[in-house]
Structure formats: structure tokens, C-alpha cells
């Protein structure tokens, strides 16, 4: 007897406690007064078409009760239906108890569409998927993708376009799964706009589907895909068109997305004299860059595409391009995936960039390694027309289930136009440069499966390089260097550089269950030719009056290189994986000197190690450790034997001795990503690399020329970065706090007028910025930036130079919408700089912009922008060698009133 009371004591207990570990949902379902019985009860996942995780059903009076484990915590929909009523749909959030509810049905007389209640949870994680529902991000004030991802917790896009996630690189951004745009998706984030979009997903460790791969081999990279909304056509657009004041101001743009079954592009275009440069919007921060696909890998190139002469623009950190240019830009963009059929797929990416645009500044130099500082000022306007043409076509064809091959053929055109003039001391000086760039590649791969977990493939790519920079200077200047006969007006050089470069490379990989084995080869020869002639003349029909020989020294530059990869990636457990590799290559260089003839040579051996390690601390976070071995070789400039100018008084002199270095990158970082629950998302790294750079550039003077003349360079240089971001979601205030930290160190060896000098550079930014993401009328996105950098330069332990410069940053956006239909936006930006022997800079930029919706797809905005620029902006810089003040002219306050279509 005593046991059967022990037992059923216990009994209670675990009933109660049972009943202790479920939440109650407690109602009854009336049509009017009457009780509904047996009516269905469920409760759905997420919403409406969810899932059913809990049932239940009404009694005789109308009354259920359903049941729900504590550990349930998601968002469930509550779905009451029974035969001739309509469907009763409501949302339930943790902790769901309620006691009672009163649900009244209502009869349907007539047949109803069906209507779904959808859960507008703003973010919702699944494995290594992140989903951003775009409804909960999005306030109407967007002028492209960018703006929108720029509210999305965890993810930051850089001025240039470049998007990382907590830290990690974006490597491409898909569209509902499909890569238009190789790496180069700046593009798309820069012009595209958020017309049709429905939710972006962040998948991390993704493997490209559109590639045959092992069994059991797992991704690596981060993405974003882009998914739109249903409908059966599915195009989606944004367009506008401004004119202003002064007349000569508009702006007309256009972004295109066509989602169809079996093809999918994607057409931007920008015409505006707003500073808004087309280089800018393909995400080049100032000169232009030939286009190429930054997730394609190969060895380093001896070839150095930059020119010996550039000019280059100035834009002072923290201002926006648009407060400092005149520009007439024209940018257009053609992205476009064809599927003719199951097995062969096109890709096209087609770019037209045109800037032409000028600046004024005031430049003035002090040189530091002469016994009586050197001051040399100028005053230039510089102009610049500028052209780049790229197209791209990819076959993709697949033989079999097993066989796969890709065929690409990309084509770059640059030509470039500059020229400055001005003032130089008190003398007049024009300078001109006309360049052109020609690159053509094409590659091929071949993919086969010997069994499920292995794979082969064959890689061969030919590129074609040449390079034409004709630098003119009128008048030129004289010394002791050379010494014409009589009074010379212009001087010429023409830099020639042609390259052709073949690469072979055998991948061979075997995976198993936890495990990825990788072996490869590669092979590449690369012959480079150099030419350089320098002429002195009076006019185009007189361009042989002098040359001298030490500017005209033709160089063959070949270069062979076999390399072999071992690597093994391994999946511990559910927490642990690594990837430990190691390469050796066999660097063969030649260097061929035509006149007078000399030939020098270097064969290396290079071992070079890397490993992978991350660590999985919890679902929400991460620590990653890294670290990898780089060869540095010489670039074909530096290995030239003769001289070439890079300014009116700047020569270069090259070495013909080869320097190869081995650097090494070692950078560890921890994450915590929990955007849903605690609204927090941090992260720290540090990052440190010796990359040391071949030669050291020697810099001395003789009257106003200054001479560079390369030394070889062994010494170890060293970068250390601290940095520390942290996003704290105030869910209840639906606000975000954003502090960002990152300190960094440098210590770069050089020669300064024959010393060994040591340059310590130490800079810290700091930023705190509030931010809302409110449904309301008002919406405020404020922040203050601290930038602070000091140079101090030694020989030995004596200090040579001291720089210092501190930015103030403070700005503030602010959005109001009236009745869904008026948006005012009001940017102001407030910047303090402080420099060494320099006046402190104040300037207050304020942009206006109001957008007044006439109906959901046509909208009439004005835009009013630079309203205070009356300043102009001086920045300075210092290097061991010189330092630099430039004054450059702010564009003033121009006006724009625009017309925008959404479809």
C-alpha cells in the first residue's frame, strides 16, 4: 500500500510538472451567440501557409484548447476554419499564454479568394542563411540597392561599392540564384534600384551550383541573393530624369531587372553633370581600372599595368566625389544570363564608362632630403576624358552529368586623355598624357567527374597586354642632364609596354565524408617587352632634334613559373574545420637588355605554406584563424634599366637586378551574429603582414629634378590592425547603436638622401552612430567620426619629421514622410581637420532632397545640393622624402528637379 501511494505522489508530480512545460491558448468559437463545434484549430509556422505544429478541434460549446511546449519560442499563426466559414487567421509571439479569447466566425455566402497572413518578422535565420525581409527595411527614399543594404543589420558597404558581412567579404551577388556579374557587382549596388524587391538572403559557406563538383564538398564563400516578387511577367525597373540649375545640370537614369525563366539580365545608364563620375559608380575610388574577375585566381604577373605618368585626382578623405568635380559622365551597363537549354548557358557582361571632367587645386611641395628645404608650388586645372569599353561572353556547356566545359572571351579597351595647366613656380606648364590600354583574354576550363567524389579539371588562359603612355610637357625643364642646343618647347616620352602571358593549370580533388583533398599544378610563361623613348622638338614636324640614349633602353622581360598545391580541408565535427595547404614554386626570370646588351637572370624556389582554422563556439558564434605565405616579384617598371619621367621633375631610374620577396599575412577573428533574439552583432580581428615591397626607392635632388633610383630592398616592413565593430539592436525602440574602432600601426623602411630611415605611422578611427528603422514619419541616422594619424619619421633614434592630422566628423540624415506620399531627406555633414603646421579646416556640407509620390509607380522629387560650399579645402600629407599641401576648389550649390518611374 505504501508503494501505490509512493507511486501515484510521483504520478502527480510529473503531471505537474508536465503541465508546467506547456503554455495554454484557451477560446471559444461563436457565429454570433451560437457555439461553432468541431471546428479545426491549428497552429501554423510562421504564418498562414505554414506548416501545422499543434491541432486541435472545438467541443460541443464552441470552446478548445491547444497546447504549446515551453521550448516553442518562434512566431506561429493561429488558423480557426470550418465548412462554410471564412478561414480565421491571427498571429501568436512568445509566450502565446491566453487565457481566454472570444473568436467570432463570419459565414461566407459567396466563394472568397484565399488570404494569407503573412509574418513580417524583419530577419529569420535557417542553417547558414540569413533572410532580410525587404517590407521591414525599406522607407522609399532608396536610389539604389545599396541604400537599402545599408540598413541591413550586420552588413556595411564601403564607398566603393564593396560589400562585407560582419567583417567577411561579399564575393558575388546573385539574382534568385543565378551570378550575372562575376565579382563585379559593384554595379548592380551603385545604380541598380530596389524596384520588386521581395526579401535578400545571406547564405554563407555557399558552393556555386552552376559548377560540377565533388560529392561532399562544402562552399566557402558569402553571397547575397537577390529574390523579387511573383508575377508573371516578371520586370522590374526604376527610372529618372532631372534638369536644373545652373542649365547645364541634369541627370538621367535607368535600371532594368527582367527575371524570365530561362534568361535573366540586368541594364543600367547614367547621363549626369551632378560629380556623380562613372568611374565612381563601377567602384573605382579614383584612376581608372580596366575591368577583371577579382574571383579568378592566378599566379602574379610580372607585368605592371600602371603607367610611369599619371595624374591623378585629389579628393580630401570624408568628401563625397560630387562636392568636387565638374564632370559630364555617361555610364552604361548590359549583365545577362541565357539559358538555351539544359546543358549550354551564355553569360554576357557588357560596360561603356565615360568621364569628362576637370579640377583646380594649388600644389605645394616641400622636399626634406636637400641641405636647404626645396619648396615648389604650382597652381593646375586639370581636365580629363576618359573612355573604357569591356565585354565579356561565356559559354558554359554541358556534355554530360559528368563532363562540363567553360569557354570565356573578356576584352578590355582604355583610352585616356589628361591634361593640366597651369603654373609652375612662376613659369607656365601644360601637361598631356594620352593613354591606351588593350587587353584580350581568353579562358578555358574543362571539368570531369571520375566518380561522384573526384573531380579534374584543365584550365589554359592567353592574354594579350599592350600599354601606350605618351607624356607631353611644354616647356620642358633643363640641367646638367641633358643639354640641347638652343630653346626647346616640347618634350615627349613614349612608354610602350607589350606582354602576352599563357597559363596551365591541372586541378585534381578528392572528397570524403569529412574530408577534401586538393592537388594542383600550374604552369605559366610570360614574355614582356618594354620600350621607351624620350625626344625634345620644337614642333610635330620636328621631333627628332634631340633624344638621349638613357631614356631609350628597349628591355625583354620572360618570365617562367611552375607551381604545385597540396591541400587538405577537414571537417573535425559539427564545430571544428581546417584547411592546411602548402605550395612550391620554381620562379625562373629573365631580363633581356637590348641596348646596350646585357642579360642578367634569377631562379628561385619558393615554399609557401598556408592554413585555415575556424571554430564554431555556438549557433551564434564564430573565432577564425588564418594565415598564408605570398610571393612579391618585381614589376616590369622597376626592372627597366632606363629612365623615364613621372612628373615635369620627377625621373625614375630602374634597376636590372631581380629582388624577390615572401611575405606573409596572419589575421585571427571572433564573431557573434544574433540579429533576431539579442539583437547583437559584434565582432573583433586582428590583422598583421610583413609585405614587404623589392626595392627601395632612393630619392635625391639636383635643382628643381628629382631623381628616384631603386635600391634593393631586404628589410622587413610590418602593418598591425586592431579592429572592434559592435550593432545593438533596441528592438522595443526599433533603433540600432553602431560603435566601430580600428587601430592600426605601420613601420615602412626607406632611403632618404643616402640614409636608412624608419617611418612609424599610427592611425585610430572611432565611430558611434544612432540610427532608427521606425514605420513612422520620422527616421534619423546620426553619427560622429574621429580620424586621427601621426608620421614620425627616424634615422637611427634621431626624429627627422613629425605629421599630424586629426578629422571631425559629424553628420546627420533625416528622413520625414507625410501620409506615405511626401519624403523630405536633409543630409548635413560637419568636418574639423586639424594638420600639422597647417590652419584648422571647418566646412558644413547640406544636401536637400524632397520626394512627392503622385501614385505608387510615378514620383516628382528635387534635389539641392552643396548648399554651403563657399570654401575651398586644403589637405596635407607627408611621406620621409616630402611634403605635400593641396588646396582644391569646391564645387558650388547646384539644383535639380527630377521625374521618377517605378514599375
Known amino acids: 500500500m505504501k508503494k501505490r501511494i509512493i507511486l501515484l505522489f510521483a504520478l502527480i508530480q510529473v503531471t505537474i510538472f508536465l503541465h508546467s512545460q506547456v503554455r495554454i491558448v484557451k477560446g471559444v468559437v461563436l457565429h454570433g451567440q451560437t457555439p461553432i463545434a468541431n471546428a479545426s484549430v491549428k497552429a501554423l509556422a510562421k504564418d498562414s501557409s505554414g506548416l501545422v505544429k499543434y491541432f486541435s478541434i472545438t467541443d460541443t460549446m464552441g470552446v478548445f484548447i491547444l497546447k504549446i511546449p515551453s521550448t516553442e519560442k518562434e512566431v506561429l499563426c493561429l488558423q480557426i476554419s470550418n465548412v462554410g466559414y471564412v478561414t480565421y487567421n491571427k498571429l501568436l509571439f512568445f509566450p502565446y499564454s491566453i487565457n481566454f479569447i472570444n473568436i467570432e466566425l463570419q459565414q461566407q455566402h459567396k466563394e472568397l479568394p484565399s488570404i494569407n ?36 543589420p550586420g552588413l556595411q558597404i564601403d564607398q566603393n561599392g564593396r560589400a562585407s558581412f560582419n567583417g567577411k567579404p561579399i564575393s558575388r551577388i546573385l539574382i534568385e540564384g543565378d551570378d550575372l556579374f562575376n565579382s563585379n557587382y559593384e554595379t548592380l549596388i551603385n545604380n541598380t534600384g530596389t524596384s520588386g524587391l521581395d526579401q535578400i538572403d545571406l547564405i554563407e559557406n555557399y558552393a556555386d551550383t552552376t559548377q560540377l563538383k565533388n560529392k561532399n564538398s562544402k562552399g566557402t564563400e558569402t553571397v547575397i541573393n537577390l529574390k523579387y516578387k511573383q508575377k508573371k511577367v516578371k520586370i522590374f525597373g526604376n527610372s529618372s530624369f532631372g534638369l536644373g540649375i545652373p542649365i547645364e545640370t541634369h541627370e538621367i537614369k535607368l535600371s532594368l531587372v527582367s527575371i524570365l525563366k530561362k534568361n535573366k539580365f540586368v541594364i543600367t545608364a547614367n547621363k549626369n553633370t551632378v560629380g556623380v563620375l562613372a568611374n565612381s559608380l563601377n567602384g573605382n575610388e579614383s584612376d581608372f581600372k580596366m575591368i577583371t574577375n577579382k574571383n579568378f585566381s592566378s599566379y602574379t604577373r610580372i607585368i605592371n599595368p600602371a603607367p610611369p605618368v599619371r595624374l591623378s585626382d585629389v579628393v580630401p578623405i570624408n568628401v563625397n566625389s560630387s562636392r568636387v568635380f565638374d564632370n559630364n559622365s555617361l555610364y552604361l551597363t548590359f549583365n545577362q544570363k541565357n539559358t538555351l537549354s539544359q546543358r549550354v548557358t551564355i553569360r554576357t557582361i557588357a560596360n561603356l564608362i565615360s568621364d569628362n571632367y576637370n579640377q583646380i587645386q594649388n600644389t605645394t611641395r616641400i622636399s626634406n632630403n636637400t641641405e ?47 591634361q593640366q595647366a597651369g603654373i609652375f613656380q612662376i613659369l607656365p606648364l601644360t601637361q598631356k598624357i594620352a593613354q591606351s590600354t588593350n587587353q584580350l583574354n581568353i579562358t578555358a576550363t574543362s571539368t570531369i567527374l571520375i566518380l561522384p567524389n573526384k573531380k579534374i579539371s584543365f584550365t589554359g588562359l592567353l592574354n594579350s597586354f599592350k600599354l601606350s603612355n605618351i607624356y607631353n610637357i611644354t616647356p620642358p625643364f633643363f640641367d646638367s642632364l641633358f643639354k640641347p642646343d638652343g630653346l626647346f618647347n616640347n618634350l615627349e616620352q613614349n612608354f610602350r609596354n607589350k606582354a602576352n602571358t599563357a597559363i596551365l593549370e591541372i586541378n585534381y580533388s578528392y572528397s570524403r565524408t569529412n574530408t577534401n583533398y586538393n592537388i594542383q599544378f600550374t604552369f605559366s610563361h610570360e614574355k614582356n617587352k618594354i620600350k621607351n623613348n624620350v625626344k625634345i622638338y620644337n614642333d610635330a614636324d620636328n621631333k627628332q632634334d634631340f633624344f638621349t640614349d638613357i631614356f631609350n633602353r628597349p628591355n625583354i622581360f620572360r618570365k617562367k613559373q611552375y607551381g604545385l598545391l597540396f591541400s587538405i580541408n577537414k571537417t573535425v565535427n559539427t564545430k571544428i574545420q581546417s584547411t592546411l595547404s602548402l605550395e612550391l614554386q620554381l620562379a625562373q626570370l629573365n631580363n633581356h637588355q637590348l641596348k646596350p646588351k646585357s642579360i642578367i637572370s634569377i631562379e628561385r624556389f619558393l615554399v609557401l605554406p598556408s592554413f585555415n582554422f575556424k571554430y564554431k563556439i555556438s549557433k551564434k558564434s564564430s573565432f577564425f584563424l588564418a594565415s598564408q605565405f605570398t610571393p612579391i616579384f618585381p614589376s616590369a617598371n622597376t626592372m627597366h634599366t632606363g629612365l623615364f619621367f613621372s612628373a615635369p621633375t620627377s625621373i625614375n631610374i630602374g634597376t636590372n637586378q631581380f629582388n624577390i620577396n615572401k611575405g606573409y599575412t596572419i589575421n585571427s577573428s571572433l564573431m557573434h551574429f544574433d540579429p533576431t533574439k539579442k539583437g547583437l552583432i559584434a565582432s573583433t580581428y586582428i590583422f598583421h603582414t610583413n609585405n614587404p615591397t623589392n626595392y627601395y626607392s632612393s630619392t635625391n635632388n639636383r635643382g628643381l629634378f628629382t631623381f628616384s633610383n631603386l635600391l634593393l630592398n631586404n628589410e622587413k616592413n610590418s602593418f598591425f590592425t586592431l579592429g572592434i565593430r559592435g550593432e545593438k539592436s533596441l528592438q522595443k525602440i526599433k533603433s540600432s547603436l553602431i560603435l566601430n574602432i580600428v587601430n592600426s600601426t605601420a613601420r615602412l623602411p626607406n632611403v632618404l638622401g643616402g640614409l636608412n630611415v624608419i617611418s612609424k605611422i599610427h592611425t585610430i578611427n572611432s565611430e558611434f552612430r544612432y540610427k532608427t528603422n521606425w514605420k513612422s514619419w520620422f527616421n534619423v541616422n546620426t553619427g560622429i567620426l574621429l580620424q586621427q594619424q601621426q608620421q614620425n619619421t627616424f634615422f637611427e633614434k634621431s626624429k627627422l619629421s613629425n605629421f599630424k592630422t586629426i578629422d571631425f566628423i559629424y553628420n546627420t540624415g533625416i528622413t520625414f514622410t507625410l501620409n506615405e506620399t511626401f519624403i523630405i531627406d536633409l543630409q548635413l555633414d560637419y568636418l574639423k581637420n586639424t594638420q600639422t603646421t597647417q590652419n584648422t579646416n571647418t566646412l558644413l556640407f547640406a544636401d536637400f532632397q524632397a520626394r512627392f509620390m503622385l501614385s505608387k509607380s510615378l514620383n516628382l522629387g528635387i534635389l539641392l545640393r552643396n548648399i554651403n560650399n563657399v570654401k575651398e579645402y586644403s589637405t596635407a600629407s607627408i611621406n620621409p622624402f616630402e611634403k605635400s599641401i593641396n588646396v582644391i576648389q569646391l564645387r558650388p550649390f547646384f539644383g535639380l528637379i527630377n521625374l521618377g518611374l517605378k514599375f
Not at 561572353?393 to 583610352?415: A, P, V
Open 372 to 418: 636647404q628645404p626645396l619648396t615648389i608650388k604650382q597652381y593646375n586645372k586639370m581636365g580629363k576624358e576618359n573612355h573604357l569599353f569591356y565585354f565579356l561572353n561565356e559559354f558554359t556547356f554541358l556534355h554530360s552529368k559528368r563532363w562540363q566545359t567553360t569557354l570565356s572571351i573578356d576584352i578590355n579597351n582604355l583610352q585616356l586623355k589628361q
Open 117 to 152: 497572413i503573412k509574418s513580417l518578422l524583419p530577419i529569420v535565420q535557417k542553417g547558414d542563411t540569413t533572410t532580410y525581409k525587404v517590407q521591414a527595411f525599406e522607407k522609399g527614399n532608396e536610389q539604389n540597392i545599396g541604400d537599402l543594404l545599408k540598413r541591413l
